[in-house]
T-cell receptor, first 111, second 109 residues
Framework: NAGVTQTPKFQVLKTGQSMTLQCAQDMNHNSMYWYRQDPGMGLRLIYYSASEGTTDKGEVPNGYNVSRLNKREFSLRLESAAPSQTSVYFCASERGAETQYFGPGTRLLVL | SQQGEEDPQALSIQEGENATMNCSYKTSINNLQWYRQNSGRGLVHLILIRSNEREKHSGRLRVTLDTSKKSSSLLITASRAADTASYFC?????????FGQGTTLQVKP
């Protein structure tokens, strides 16, 4: 099992460009999450999906959209990137409303 | 907003020593979890303690939970250089996890 995979691993964007971060899990988990991690800030929840077909906002959703394409895949889209969105983005999936399993992260730099 | 606050922010010890890090939180919880993050990697789940538990062990890890003080501690005994990482507490109430800012642990060989 690959667990949680994320693509790309690293991306540089110019202000105003758009991109989609991809996440997939092969553990048959219902819940999936997107976080951003900034220095000294821990992880902050952007969006989550409790099950296929549902998505909800987290703590910092502004500037992002998500799609739960199917049970395996949960994508995060930046429609018009801003320098404030420079961060490391982590996707996670959850077993039984307890343990979360994290992907390796996507490092995004917005110039 | 951050639920958990961790103390200390950074800790440096010698191999073989014990490392203790603390987490305080603000609201009631269903469980509290600890995660480890190696540099440049994703988080890895270490241990979960439920609100009705006071202490839990897993290998060299010992976690305590004091719900009256809204605090938890993570003890790593006989530390190794491979324990060098950042450690995060995360609280769960509504099903979502809220993470603290983390403690960076350096274990010197």
């Amino acid at each position: 099992n690959a667990g949680v995979t994320q693509t790309p691993k690293f991306q540089v964007l110019k202000t105003g460009q758009s991109m989609t971060l991809q996440c997939a899990q092969d553990m048959n988990h219902n819940s999936m999450y997107w976080y951003r991690q900034d220095p000294g800030m821990g992880l902050r929840l952007i969006y989550y999906s409790a099950s296929e077909g549902t998505t909800d906002k987290g703590e910092v959703p502004n500037g992002y959209n998500v799609s739960r394409l199917n049970k395996r895949e949960f994508s995060l889209r930046l429609e018009s990137a801003a320098p404030s969105q420079t961060s490391v983005y982590f996707c996670a999936s959850e077993r039984g409303a307890e343990t979360q399993y994290f992907g390796p992260g996507t490092r995004l730099l917005v110039l | 907003s951050q639920q958990g606050e961790e103390d200390p922010q950074a800790l440096s010890i010698q191999e073989g020593e014990n490392a203790t890090m603390n987490c305080s939180y603000k609201t009631s919880i269903n469980n509290l979890q600890w995660y480890r993050q190696n540099s440049g990697r994703g988080l890895v789940h270490l241990i979960l303690i439920r609100s009705n538990e006071r202490e839990k062990h897993s290998g060299r890890l010992r976690v305590t939970l004091d719900t009256s003080k809204k605090s938890s501690s993570l003890l790593i005994t006989a530390s190794r250089a491979a324990d060098t990482a950042s450690y995060f507490c995360a609280t769960s109430n509504t099903g979502k996890l809220i993470f603290g800012q983390g403690t960076t642990l350096q274990v010197k060989p």
